[in-house]
């Protein structure tokens, strides 16, 4: 006689919980991680701390066995207590011109593109997220379509970073002919309203045992949070850029509507006051051309008059459409007379050439949903 178990009613299995990972801790966290678990004695936290940070950051390791000069047993109990996982890799698509965009999901629900542009700055810039969506809503910028989720910790800001590297196969971490040369707060967020994170993902990144980017190589971009100008110059160091696109606060509060808030002549105040602002510590602007709307001479001779006496460079970006985007980018002719009288009134004025526009992985085109359709269904049903 066959028997039958009922398990329909069985509890569920609890599952172990997740051990702490390790690899977005600052040197004071690892080491009182490391201490609270009792890995390690209070008098030798810091010592082992600095061990691992080696091994985390600048060799990139994700096993404790691989930390060869730390005793076995210390490995095995690393290892029981922590992890030093990457983060998922949900979507990986390459650009024709070599761009690279990672789709990456840090926990459930918690979605965020990452973009790794060659040839730009050094050898190479990395664009980081620093929230999930946003609240900002900046009417040509397809992220801004993404209701804001939340923010990004420094662990997971740093994730993008390690994801990178280990696609770049940069590890241990070179001081020359690397590739990611740059890192640059432009991807997903307004980094301003997660300046504790941001600033500890700076830190971390800049340490010199460890991803060794240089503070003057990270650059955080802001479409003008005022008063946290001044906290991010004083705690992180690193280079400022201004998401601007406008000349005169009416159509800047269009296109940017934070501007209401913090309207131009506040946000100037804000940036001539910015901590350490020289000649050789420029101000980036951010322009994006839009045809019709903010491209005309005169507007290019205002931009030049907004800006006097600021030590400072325009980028100007061609407009990367987005599907249903309501605008269109300026004719190429229009964007180098721009471009021309900027020059004349003092100011270098790159037109950025549009990178990744293939994958949306351009400037103003990056969006993470859970429930987006992902492009290769969409290359999919496009073939059909």
């Known amino acids: 006689m066959g028997v039958t178990l009922d398990i329909s009613h069985a509890p569920a299995s609890p599952r172990p919980p997740a051990r702490p990972n390790l690899s977005g801790l600052t040197r004071s966290e690892l080491a009182a991680a490391m201490v609270a678990a009792d890995v390690v004695r209070p008098e030798k936290a810091r010592m082992r701390a600095s061990q691992l940070w080696r091994w985390i950051h600048h060799y990139g390791v994700t096993d404790f066995a691989a930390m ?20 998922e890799i949900v979507e990986r698509q390459v650009s024709t011109d070599g761009t690279r965009k990672w789709l990456i999901r840090t926990a459930p629900g918690i979605e965020i593109e990452t973009v790794y542009i060659p040839d730009v700055g050094r050898a190479g810039a990395l664009c980081v997220s620093s929230q999930v969506g946003c609240t900002l809503n ?24 390690q994801v990178a590297r ?81 000349t005169n606060d009416e159509l800047r509060e269009q296109l940017v509507p934070l501007n209401k808030k913090y309207p131009l002549a506040e946000l100037m105040g804000g940036i001539r006051a910015f901590p350490g602002l020289s000649n050789a510590k420029r101000v980036t602007f951010e322009y994006v051309m839009l045809k019709g709307v903010n491209d005309s001479p005169a507007e290019a001779k205002a931009l030049v008059q907004l800006l006097k006496g600021i030590p400072a460079k325009i980028n100007l970006i061609p407009f990367n459409p987005w599907p249903g985007s309501p605008y269109e980018c300026s004719d190429w002719g229009t964007i180098e007379t721009f471009a021309a009288i900027l020059n ?8 950025r050439t549009p990178r990744g526009r293939d994958i ?22 496009a073939a059909t």
């Open 360 to 381: 949306l992985a351009a400037c103003g085109q990056l969006k993470s949903e859970s429930a987006k359709v992902r492009a290769s269904v969409r290359r999919k049903a």
């Open 344 to 351: 004349r009134g003092g100011y270098a004025s790159p037109i």
């Open 166 to 246: 280990d696609d770049l196969g940069e590890w241990p971490s070179p001081k020359a002919d690397r590739r990611l040369s740059n890192i640059v707060f432009m991807g997903m967020g307004e980094p301003l309203y997660n300046l504790d994170h941001v600033a500890g993902a700076i830190d971390i990144i800049a340490d010199n045992e460890g991803i060794a980017i240089s503070r003057r190589r990270i650059t955080v971009s802001t479409s003008g949070v005022v008063p946290e100008l001044k906290p991010l110059g004083e705690r992180t160091q690193a280079m400022l850029a201004i998401s601007l696109h406008a």
């Open 138 to 161: 900046c009417t040509f910028c397809h992220t801004g379509t993404q209701a804001l989720v939340r923010n990004l910790t420094a662990a997971e800001i740093v994730a993008q970073v």
């Open 68 to 87: 060869t000069d730390v005793a076995k047993e210390t490995r095995a109990a690393l290892a029981e207590a922590f992890s030093l996982d990457r983060p």
